[in-house]
């Protein structure tokens, strides 16, 4: 696992260094006249999945190893700005792992694993507008897919949430960023919906102008998500670690 990790990184820092997006961030300001803009970016996530189980006792889960890679698109004009990012990657635990709570193939109930491997697949949709110079609001369609690949069991959870960006150049190369955004979860598990719970993201970092459209991206990200299951099973998760990304901004003449 670690092995393909590793090449995988390898693959995506060259490939993204030939072809990829720039960034809002990079900007000193939105401007309402701003041309239209499309950027492509790839990021590469070193991250940590821990987190707890309960239902009639609490046991706490940490993967072992694993990491994503991700892209995203985003098209600006103006202050308004869309875009789309995908992530996955593989997570391995060796000393306990999130129980699969009851939903077909589990009526009810939950299955504590003591090993298991899980594909985290996350795919979101953001739509926002600058309200200020260097501060936006956002709404974000986020649909995930946690499948154990050793067993015929997988999560989904989605929802419509919200959040709030904003950006602070320090000098001509450097500008720091953060972002913050919560949504409501419905939760399924074997196409049978099984609870619900609230997810929350908070990410800080900084962008370094490499050239005039091309951007590093180097950032602390972690993701918050508590489930409430209908059967009573609660569970918390943590996700993050250090991000670095390469993006690069094509503007329409």
Known sequence: MKGRFVKLAAIVILAAAAALAGDAHAQEQAQDDEPLSISIGARLFASGWEGENEISSTTRFDADDGGALGFRVVLQKGRFYG??????????????????????????????????????????????????????????????????????????????????????????????????????????????????????AIEAGLVYRLLERTTLVFSLRNQHQEYDFDNGARQSHDIGGLAIGINHRFEAN
């Open 83 to 200: 875009g789309a990012s995908f992530q996955g990657g593989e997570y391995g635990f060796d000393n306990g792992s999130p129980d699969r709570v009851g939903g077909a193939p589990l009526p009810g109930g939950a299955v504590t694993d003591s090993r298991a491997t899980i594909k985290r697949g996350e795919v979101d949709l953001l739509f926002g507008y600058y309200f200020w110079d260097r501060v936006s609001l956002f709404v974000d369609i986020k649909h995930v897919n946690n499948e154990w690949t050793d067993e015929n069991y997988s999560l989904k959870y989605g929802g419509l949430g919200a959040g709030v960006s904003g950006f602070w150049p320090l000098n001509e190369q450097w500008t720091a960023f953060g972002t913050f955004g919560i949504v409501p979860l419905n939760i399924e598990a074997g196409n049978t919906e099984i609870g619900d719970g609230l997810g929350s």
